[in-house]
């Protein structure tokens, strides 16, 4: 069980920016005089009000090395901790708590109304596992879009750059015992499409918009996993952690997987409620069955299409988000209320609370649908 | 071009912490690369002379305390401001007659040596107020090196608490060098005053070498090139300094001098600085953090105390991990000098017991001593140490010398505190920069 609903999208105030903005309305943390909207330093004592912010103790100043100069806390640096924006989608990428460094990586891109989101996690067994996440992570979304660019339909372009990554990943190696390696997830949302592609245990999710804990108008459906037996005003997922991801009447609702052959075309399977996308590559929980690196075997990325009938986001993450939160119905609150990166935000805090034990990776990317 | 030395600043420490640990240690070393000698401008320097002239000095050893004093005033310096202080129950400054310090010229040299002529031995011993006449004749030149040098040969006749006022009036004032001869002085005594007056002590054991001991303090004053120095510690909310202190080129404990300088920092002051390197012990307790976080555990700055400037800087910090591999690890430099403070009270400990007639543990504390001074390749300890315990070779066990001269004694609790230079691999990985272990 998870008690997602209550630290998460509540608190989305409480993080770096949205803090700051409320204390310049009010008062300088320094000398305590009165500030005015948008004023960045204070009038009395000169104090930065935007920047003066400590992560952990909050109003507080921050020396030019990054350490707070009340409790002495490292603030998260670029490699910690990175957040980007682009065509109204974001991401962001966490250390966590439990590694000295972020092996995760991530690339966001937006052209032409697509929007394009990949997210790769070193495996930390391998060798310098951080260069090949970076590496699979730019090469897969560059050649996405160049391939979206040059007229390849989206479900061919996510094969074409999946497999151009494995190979970019492999080429980090030196043999099979100096093999960097990784996983591998991208996310091509389109006007009126959804492409996801992946290999390893990344994950894309369809969350859909609003996508209530309680469902009000749409109660007889029985894909929603947590509509019928959740309680009234409980934001608590009903029913007992399952060992799937996606619970059965969900599955059964995103209909057939597209078959590995490269030459089969299928329509795009039509979503509604909040789901699973992915399928994880693993032999047992965190073994891989497949990854992008020297030592893998033929890049065999598998590639689904999808067409939301209603708005939402696809969130394309890493274990480090769905080892604490993995039920669809669970993770869409988080998406509801702010924007994107409140949202990414939101999750990356809730791994975060959880304990933070992997890098955490985040994308969030909207989607709406065409009208009808 | 100006004389500044160059100062560094290096800290030695395995950054990482158990889960819920709070307690950081490093080693800071500070190195100043001094200006080339005798250039342009040298720095003022103001120099008092304390001579003991109590009754216990009568005879040869006034007579030698003279010619030590001679000599010391022969080596200042032209220019330098200096006095001669001659000590008994009370001070009396035997020269300049009038007010203030005198000049170093030809004829003031002369006249003061004519001073010391006329000293003679009589009355008690009140260190105290020797002190605290320098302090107060020092204090008219603050910009200036200012240093004493004080000779005894006996025990303090002053109660603690008069004693330990002096010294905390007198810290921070001036840098103290104090010497003992004879048998019948304190080394604890002439510790502390180095302790709280940031200079050092020792023991002339013959008093014809006390003149070239006297020349050789007073050239190192005169090769000092920044009056005053301190370190100043920042330290976290919540945190604080436990201890710091120096660890090379001899002990001395500077925890009790912090000047706070705000809520979170405190300055300790160093003295003067010519061309050399000191190491310090830096102990801070902070609030433990969560796993995977970094704090700034302390933030040292080594600030000139006449203009404010910070002329070096560094971090020290803590970072938490599950991985027991990287907590239980101690930097070379910490563990050496854990080891020379160890021993230091072991030799202090079994000088303790054998004068309380406890021969069983000072034969065990001594012994280890020897063999530590041995591994950590502190020579001079221990040879010290040879002359109080012997190590049969064939079984490795300690014995104590049966007799042991008492000016052996004095010198082995009067060396201790001098500590072996770490020696510098310099192949050696920064360890507090590790690869963290793959998760």
Not at chain 2, 21 to 33: C, D, K, P
């Amino acid at each position: 069980m998870t008690a997602a609903p209550a630290t998460g999208p509540d608190e989305t105030g409480a993080d770096g920016t949205g803090g700051a903005r409320r204390a310049v309305s009010g008062a300088c943390p320094r000398c305590g005089s009165g500030v005015h909207p948008g004023e960045l330093f204070c009038e009395c004592c000169g104090q930065p009000l935007d920047a003066a912010r400590c992560e952990r103790c909050g109003p507080a100043p921050v020396d030019p090395e990054g350490y707070c100069e009340r409790c002495g806390l490292r603030q998260p640096s670029e490699a910690d901790h990175a957040e980007t924006e682009a065509g109204g989608a974001a991401g962001v990428s966490d250390r966590g708590l439990r590694h000295s460094r972020n092996e995760d990586a991530m690339a966001l891109v937006s052209a032409d109304g697509v929007t394009v989101g990949v997210v790769c996690d070193g495996v930390s067994s391998s060798p310098r596992p951080e260069s090949a996440s970076a590496a699979g992570a730019e090469t897969g979304a560059a050649v996405l879009l160049a391939e979206l660019r040059a007229g390849a339909d989206p479900a061919a372009a996510t094969r074409a750059a999946a497999v151009r990554a494995a190979a970019a990943v492999a080429g980090l190696g030196s043999s099979v015992d100096d093999a960097p390696a990784c996983t591998y997830v991208s996310a091509v949302v389109g006007p009126e499409t959804v492409t996801v592609g992946w290999t390893g245990d990344s994950r894309a999710y369809w969350l859909r918009a609003g996508s209530p804990p309680v469902p009000c108008d749409d109660s007889a459906t029985p894909t929603t996993p947590v509509a019928p037996t959740a309680p009234a005003g409980s934001g608590t997922p009903a029913g007992p952690v399952s060992a799937g991801p996606v619970s059965a009447g969900a599955s059964a609702s995103t209909g057939p997987m597209v078959p590995p052959d490269p030459a089969f075309r299928s329509a795009p399977v039509p979503l509604r409620d909040s789901v699973l996308l992915t399928e994880d590559d693993v032999v047992a929980p965190s073994v891989l069955s497949a990854w992008l690196g020297a030592d893998a075997g033929e890049a065999a990325p598998r590639v689904r299409v999808f067409a939301p009938q209603e708005p939402g986001v696809v969130l394309v993450c890493s274990d480090g988000l769905w080892g604490y939160l993995e039920d669809a119905g669970s993770l869409a609150p988080f998406t509801a209320p702010g924007t994107p990166l409140e949202a990414a935000r939101a999750l990356v805090r809730h791994a975060l609370a959880a304990g933070g034990r992997d890098n955490i990776t985040v994308l969030v990317i909207p989607f709406c649908p065409p009208p009808p | 071009m100006s004389d500044q030395p160059l100062f560094t600043l290096d800290i030695d420490q395995n950054k990482y912490l158990p889960a819920g640990g709070g307690e950081i240690h490093a080693v800071l070393t500070v190195e100043a690369a001094g200006p080339a000698e005798s250039s342009a401008g040298p720095v003022e320097a103001a120099e008092v002379i304390i001579v003991d002239a109590s009754g216990s000095m009568g005879g040869y050893k006034i007579t030698e305390a003279r010619q030590a004093a001679q000599a010391a005033v022969e080596a200042l310096r032209d220019g330098v401001h200096f006095a001669v202080v001659s000590g008994t129950h009370e001070a009396t400054k035997i020269y300049p007659p009038r007010a203030g310090l005198a000049r170093a010229d030809a004829q003031t040299r002369k006249q003061a040596a004519e001073a010391l002529r006329r000293l003679r031995a009589d009355g008690g011993t009140a260190i105290g107020r020797w002190l605290r006449l320098a302090a107060e004749l020092l204090d008219g030149h603050p910009g200036a090196v200012r240093h004493a040098i004080l000779l005894t040969d006996g025990q303090n006749g002053e109660n603690a608490q008069a004693f330990d006022a002096a010294l905390a009036h007198c810290a921070g004032r001036f840098v103290c060098d104090s010497r003992g001869v004879g048998t019948d002085w304190a080394p604890a005594e002439l510790r502390k005053v180095a302790d709280a007056l940031l200079g050092t002590s020792g023991f002339i054991r013959d008093a014809r070498d006390l003149t070239a001991d006297f020349e050789a303090m007073v050239e190192n004053t005169m090769g000092k090139a920044v009056a005053d120095v301190a370190l100043r510690i920042w330290t976290p909310q919540h945190g604080r300094v436990k201890y710091l202190k120096q660890v090379s080129p001899t002990l001395a404990d500077l925890t009790g001098l912090r000047v706070p300088a705000d809520q979170l920092t405190g300055d300790y002051p160093t003295g003067a600085w010519g061309a050399e390197a000191r190491v310090y012990h830096l102990c801070v307790e902070i609030p433990a953090g969560a796993i995977g976080q970094e704090v700034r555990g302390a933030w040292v700055r080594l600030v000139r105390a006449d203009s404010g400037e910070v002329v070096a800087r560094g971090n020290v910090l803590a970072q938490w991990t599950d991985d027991l591999a990287l907590s239980t690890r101690v930097s070379p430099g910490v563990a050496h000098y854990t080891g020379q403070a160890e021993l230091f009270g072991l030799i202090q400990e079994g000088l303790g017991a054998r004068a309380a007639g406890d021969l069983d543990t000072a034969t065990a504390r001594l012994g280890r001593a020897r063999r530590l001074a041995e591994e950590s390749g502190n020579d001079g300890t221990a040879r010290l140490l040879d002359r109080v315990v012997e190590i049969d070779p064939g079984t490795g066990t300690a014995r104590l010398r049966r007799t042991v001269d008492r000016a052996d004694e004095i010198a082995l609790d009067t060396g201790s505190v001098r500590t072996a230079r770490m020696r510098r691999d310099p192949g050696e990985p920064d360890p507090s920069g590790g690869r963290g272990a793959a998760g």
